[in-house]
């Protein structure tokens, strides 16, 4: 019996898969889950995994953030990670804030601002500037 629902259970999940629009990104994700080691762990676009697991995010105000990239600087990270977002603005003295989680770090013109956190709760959340407005960097969790 365990193996009819082994069998089945890889069936529907193989016939799922084949129905998908996204096939090539599923393929091309497995290939890449079968040949990584099980030591390897891939970084988040725009971010680094540490070797502890977490992930570091670093974000230059004016040169790589949201708002100068025309909406290019969202970061994923997976559920329960914990994540330390580093924003330094060398033009001006910054509040930073990362909404939903209501977390925010004050910093001095040239100087880092630093967000920690495990983050609890899924979605999508943006790290704004309390001084200027802009989104400097969009946050999806899950």
């Known amino acids: 019996m365990r193996k009819h629902v082994v069998i089945s259970s890889l069936l529907a999940i193989t016939l799922a898969a084949c129905g998908s629009s996204s096939k090539s990104t599923i393929s091309t994700e497995a290939e890449s889950v079968k040949n990584a080691s099980a030591s390897t762990v891939v970084a988040p676009t725009g971010a680094v995994v ?10 230059n105000v004016g040169v790589d953030d949201y708002d100068t990239l025309a909406g290019e600087r969202v970061v994923k990270v997976a559920l329960g990670s914990a994540v ?6 060398t033009n ?8 939903i989680y209501d977390i925010g770090a004050e910093a001095k ?3 880092p601002g630093v967000i920690s ?10 790290v704004e500037s309390h ?6 960097l969009v946050l999806v969790v899950g």
């Open 117 to 126: 956190l495990v983050v609890d709760q899924a979605g999508q959340f943006d």
């Open 131 to 136: 001084t200027t407005g802009k989104t400097l």
């Open 92 to 99: 001006q003295d910054q509040d930073y804030h990362l909404h």
């Open 50 to 59: 540490n070797a502890d697991g977490s992930v570091s995010i670093e974000v």
């Open 109 to 111: 013109k040239g100087e």
């Open 84 to 89: 330390t977002i580093t924003l330094t603005d």
